[in-house]
């Protein structure tokens, strides 16, 4: 069955960086656009980005736009989220999915405080 497992998270200060990480199992990766989502305490989840499923296009929302950049190894199965320039406000669980699965991770917890 499809499983999708978040890593990379951690505690950050603001302007820092970190780069996450999804791997995927149980379906062809390579055939399926991957999205990034986050939720926040006491906020619903919202979409940060997808990557097409050969890389070549991406889509970012605009409260990461120019922070934020989504890439993709078809050979690992593997997305990434590399987040720069942190804010407090980008404190939230992320999770990885496959467009058009309803399965979601465990996701990885990004904390950005001083």
């Known amino acids: 069955q499809v499983q999708l497992v978040e890593s990379g998270g951690g505690l950050v200060q603001p302007g820092g960086s970190l780069r996450l990480s999804c791997s995927a199992s149980?379906?062809?990766?390579?055939?399926?656009?991957m999205s990034w989502y986050r939720q926040a305490p006491g906020k619903e989840r919202e979409l940060v980005g997808r990557?097409?499923?050969?890389?070549?296009?991406?889509n970012l929302a605009d409260s990461v736009k120019g922070r934020f950049t989504i890439s993709r190894d078809n050979v690992k199965n593997t997305v990434y989220l590399q987040m720069n320039s942190l804010k407090p406000e980008d404190t939230a669980v992320y999770y990885c999915?496959?467009?058009?699965?309803?399965?979601w991770g465990p996701g990885t917890q990004v904390t950005v405080s001083s």
């Open positions: 999915k496959a467009l058009g699965y309803g399965t």
């Open positions: 149980g379906f062809t990766f390579s055939m399926y656009t």
């Open positions: 990557i097409n499923f050969s890389g070549g296009s991406t």
